[in-house]
């Protein structure tokens, strides 16, 4: 039985078929289920405050006064948030010290006045630096693939995308600076968002990289994302038309995106490929040498190491022993990174946004594997050679999309009892709606 979507659950309250207090007390039973996943899918969970906030919503509903629809729904928060009163770790033990929060994040005090319950904070990769979704301080929830046999979550938002495949909560928000909503989705058969970075306020978060952290939703459906997507940006929330496949102008790009894919996933694109087109999409393989730059632009450990450096230098130089290994020495590449190179950084991303624009203004999306990947096994990745490859193939797809300043979505596309594989819609900064109704159309299309 597929998990329910925010608009069923929404039917649900309003129709007297559910009640927040019982969705949260699902949510949380689920959460501390010894078999489970939840004592590492979760870092914190107030239970006492969750429980009230769910009666409260119950009490607004019966007076007509609920501030949404969507009121008493839980949503889970990655580690990387600020929330009132708690201490923001952002998957690190550097930061257990510091003062709790005196405000929520402006994404958080949003989701909060649309009536969502916060269920509890979820794990993540320390500081957000991996597209794997190993914590060594607070363990590493397993991904929903073949659960037995320990497949990563994907990261960075990797408890918050096995917080929606498990049902402890029903929609998560996460952060993408190189595909962190993307990947874990991706690797768990859910959706993930990507949205265009000025839409959403970035105050309250722990940086990676400001000039490519996004922050975005991850949750059942295309709707759903989008739900909580205006939501995030302070906007109306739409009701999704979807369109039709027929006539859609899909772009492949044969640059990059495609090279050295995974059997299972050169597989399932093919497929959606053959599918898409039968049903009518225009889809054309085209070269994109810009996206050649990006490999240049990272060589030296790009925005990420630059700007993680900068916020990191002093928290590193004092607290540098209790960070995982594999994140700070990717943060300390930054130290090498000259105030020249930072500047001819900035410079080449804006020719390459300018230069993509008109590669793709023909094309409604450009179509391609969210990850080179399928999901590696947590046991396989102990070496740190074995790691750092399997790492850069889970980011490769997703970063190009951050670089150019684009917004995208990754959709589940292999069929039931497969290994997951994603489908990423991508596009150029501003295309949010045309990324929704694209994805809304072929969601249900794609895994038949």
């Keep these: 039985m597929p998990n329910p979507t925010l608009a069923a659950l929404a039917d649900d309250l309003?129709?007297?078929?559910?009640s927040a207090r019982k969705l949260v007390e699902e949510c949380l039973a689920r959460i501390a289920d010894p078999a489970g996943e939840g004592q590492r899918t979760f870092v914190h969970v107030d239970k006492d405050a969750v429980?009230?906030?769910?009666?409260?919503?119950?009490?607004?509903?019966?007076?007509?006064?609920?501030?949404?629809?969507?009121?008493?729904?839980?949503?889970?928060i990655k580690d990387l948030f600020d929330i009132k009163g708690q201490v923001t770790r952002a998957g690190s033990r550097a930061l257990e010290d510091s003062a709790p929060a005196e405000k929520d994040a402006p994404v958080v005090a949003r989701l909060r006045r649309a009536g969502f319950?916060?269920?509890?904070?979820?794990?993540?990769?320390?500081?957000?630096?991996?597209?794997?979704?190993?914590?060594?301080?607070?363990?590493?929830?397993?991904?929903?693939?073949?659960?037995?046999?320990?497949?990563?979550?994907?990261?960075?938002?990797?408890?918050?995308?096995?917080?929606?495949?498990?049902?402890?909560?029903?929609?998560?928000?996460?952060t993408d600076t190189g595909g962190s909503c993307r990947i874990p989705a991706a690797y768990n058969s859910i959706v993930g968002y990507k949205p265009t970075q000025r839409?959403?306020?970035?105050?309250?978060?722990?940086p990676l990289s400001f000039s490519l952290d996004s922050y975005g939703p991850l949750a059942n459906s295309v709707q759903c994302?989008?739900?909580?997507?205006?939501?995030?940006?302070?906007?109306?929330?739409?009701?999704?038309?979807?369109?039709?496949?027929?006539?859609m102008r899909l772009a492949v790009p044969m640059t990059t995106a495609l090279d050295e894919l995974d059997d299972a996933v050169a597989k399932t694109f093919e497929r959606t490929l053959e599918r898409l087109s039968r049903a009518g999409a225009l889809i054309?393989?085209?070269?994109?040498?810009?996206?050649?730059?990006?490999?240049v632009m990272n060589s030296k450990g790009g925005f990420a190491a630059s700007e993680s450096y900068a916020w990191h230098r002093y928290l590193i130089t004092s607290k540098g022993?209790?960070?995982?290994?594999?994140?700070?020495?990717?943060?300390?590449?930054?130290?090498?990174?000259?105030a020249a190179d930072y500047v001819d950084l900035i410079n080449a991303r804006r020719s390459l946004i300018a230069r993509i624009a008109v590669r793709l203004a023909p094309y409604d999306a450009l179509v391609m594997p969210t990850t080179a990947n399928t999901p590696p096994k947590i046991a396989d990745l102990a070496d740190d050679k074995t790691f750092t490859v399997a790492n850069l193939r889970s980011l490769r797809n997703c970063t190009l999309i951050n670089m150019i300043d684009g917004c995208a979505i990754s959709l589940p596309a292999h069929r039931e009892g497969e290994v997951p594989v994603g489908l990423m819609l991508a596009s150029t900064g501003g295309s949010d709606r045309r990324i929704f109704e694209l994805a809304a159309g072929m969601e249900d299309r794609i895994r038949v």
């Design 14 to 18: 309003e129709a007297g078929r559910a």
């Design 51 to 76: 429980l009230e906030a769910a009666d409260a919503m119950d009490h607004l509903r019966k007076a007509r006064a609920a501030p949404s629809r969507f009121a008493g729904i839980p949503v889970s």
């Design 117 to 174: 319950i916060v269920i509890g904070r979820t794990n993540m990769t320390e500081f957000a630096y991996s597209g794997i979704g190993i914590n060594p301080h607070y363990g590493t929830p397993k991904g929903a693939w073949q659960r037995s046999a320990g497949h990563v979550p994907g990261g960075s938002s990797s408890g918050a995308a096995v917080s929606i495949a498990d049902r402890m909560a029903y929609g998560a928000l996460g």
């Design 199 to 206: 839409r959403i306020p970035l105050d309250g978060g722990v």
């Design 225 to 247: 994302c989008a739900t909580l997507d205006a939501v995030l940006a302070d906007e109306a929330i739409p009701t999704l038309r979807p369109r039709p496949i027929k006539g």
């Design 284 to 295: 054309e393989h085209i070269e994109v040498p810009e996206f050649l730059d990006v490999g």
């Design 321 to 338: 022993e209790q960070y995982d290994p594999r994140v700070s020495v990717r943060i300390l590449r930054g130290e090498g990174i000259s």
